[in-house]
């Protein structure tokens, strides 16, 4: 058994006081000359920021140094440590303050974009594979409605004439209809696994891979296609990804253009407009 000791709860200790259970011998460990000293206290703050991907120090170190100061201040103000103490809680805590700073941060952050070369290094990928689970052993036919529509993400689905997969899952029931339209007007359709396109979006600091609903052939085109909630439609997430899509699909035609393929389209519909009488072109002008 080993806890902290300390004379104040706030600032967190260096030793450990270690006792066995069963004969109660107690032991003193402590972190000794082992743990690195930063010249000032400063440093901490600035070390722990520099860790994030968008913060340069080479950039902006008077900046950094600035910040790492007022939250030196900070914490002299508020808790009257001495410096060792001081010095103990930015060590110790070097993630979580410089977790604090970063968030604080993010509001004013701006980029500007360079110029950039897209580099095609191959023409196709392999279709990826796809682990499902269901509650039901049993694939349902896609082309029959659920009973209880809430339950359709619960459910492995089968029974495509066009699809490249044999099974597939939906995550509502308006994906199944989608499938639907798109097993009767393209050529061929699919839904993508994850890392099958690698298409990344910003979601503040972090970028996160894209993956749309589906993706299908149809005589003159190949589109991508997101079906979305209508009151999602503006969401800043869903339009990250609409951006990161029509972007990707843009240098996949002009590829194509170069090698006698077919163009790539991005569509972005609203839940409320797709119904199984409806068509790919239809859904296309919405």
């Known amino acids: 058994m080993a806890r902290a000791v300390t004379s104040d709860p706030l600032v967190p200790s260096e030793v450990l006081l270690a006792q066995t259970l069963r004969k109660g011998e107690r032991q ?17 703050v600035v070390g722990g920021l520099v860790d994030f991907d968008d913060v340069s ?18 914490f002299r103000a508020m808790l009257s440590y001495g410096g060792d103490d001081i010095r103990q809680v ?23 974009a360079g110029g950039h070369e897209v580099t095609v290094t ?29 339950k359709v993400a619960q459910s492995v689905y089968g029974g495509f004439a066009r699809c490249l997969y044999r099974l597939q899952k939906f995550q509502s029931d308006t994906e199944r209809q989608m499938a639907l339209i798109l097993d009767r007007d393209s050529a061929r359709w699919f839904r993508p696994a994850l890392g099958q396109f690698q298409i990344y979006y910003k979601v503040g600091h972090d970028q996160q891979e894209y993956q749309s609903d589906f993706v299908a052939e149809s005589d003159g085109a190949v ?47 609203p839940h409320d407009v797709v119904a199984e009488n409806m068509t790919l072109e239809g859904l296309a002008g919405q």
């Open 28 to 44: 003193y460990v402590s972190a000794g000359r082992g743990v690195v000293e930063e010249k000032q206290l400063e440093d901490y």
């Open 57 to 74: 120090y080479d950039d902006h170190a008077e900046l950094l140094y600035d910040l790492a100061t007022q939250t030196v201040t900070h």
């Open 90 to 112: 930015l060590r110790q805590h070097q993630k979580e303050i410089a977790e604090s700073v970063h968030a604080q941060m993010l509001p004013h952050y701006w980029e500007e």
């Open 122 to 150: 191959r023409g196709f990928t392999d279709l990826k594979g796809s682990a499902y689970t269901a509650s039901a052993g049993v694939a349902l036919d896609f082309r029959d409605p659920p009973a209880d529509k809430t």
């Open 223 to 269: 589109v991508m296609v997101e079906t979305k909630r209508r009151a999602d439609l503006q969401n800043a997430d869903v339009l990250s990804k609409r951006d990161a899509g029509v972007q990707w699909c843009r240098h996949a035609s002009d590829y194509a253009a170069k090698h006698g393929g077919k163009p790539w389209r991005y569509l972005l519909i």
